[in-house]
């Protein structure tokens, strides 16, 4: 399995901007799609946005398209969530995952490594 460790949460007002980077390590980086789950309190853990191996495709949540972006620097086994406009709805743990393939996935059991989360809390 890949480890993953998040970072780049906080605290921010609505309209702010935050970007999480998740760095991985372990078995390979390589020939791995990543994706970004949140979990608000007291809900489901859900799908944010999925990026395949190398990155040339992207997939979004409909409610985070044209605010968040998912982006990878292979070379330093990188993965990185940029998020503007930033909502009181988007608060939740954030969490990244490394799956086996090269193809983008959106469900929680398509993931076989995961980090242990990033609060990001959007509050005035």
């Known amino acids: 399995q890949v480890q993953l460790v998040e970072s780049g949460g906080g605290l921010v007002q609505p309209g702010g901007s935050l970007r999480l980077s998740c760095a991985a390590s372990?078995?390979?980086?390589?020939?791995?799609?990543m994706g970004w789950f949140r979990q608000a309190p007291g809900k489901e853990r859900k799908f944010v946005a999925a990026?395949?191996?190398?990155?040339?495709?992207?997939y979004y949540t409909d409610s985070v398209k044209g605010r968040f972006t998912i982006s990878r620097d292979n070379a330093k086994n990188t993965v990185y969530l940029q998020m503007n406009s930033l909502k009181p709805e988007d608060t939740a743990v954030y969490y990244c995952?490394?799956?086996?393939?090269?193809?983008?996935?959106?469900?929680?059991?398509?993931?076989?490594?995961w980090g242990q989360g990033t609060q990001v809390t959007v509050s005035s």
């Open positions: 990026i395949s191996w190398p990155g040339t495709i992207t």
């Open positions: 372990g078995r390979t980086f390589s020939n791995s799609a």
């Open positions: 995952a490394a799956r086996p393939t090269r193809v983008v996935a959106t469900e929680i059991g398509d993931y076989n490594s």
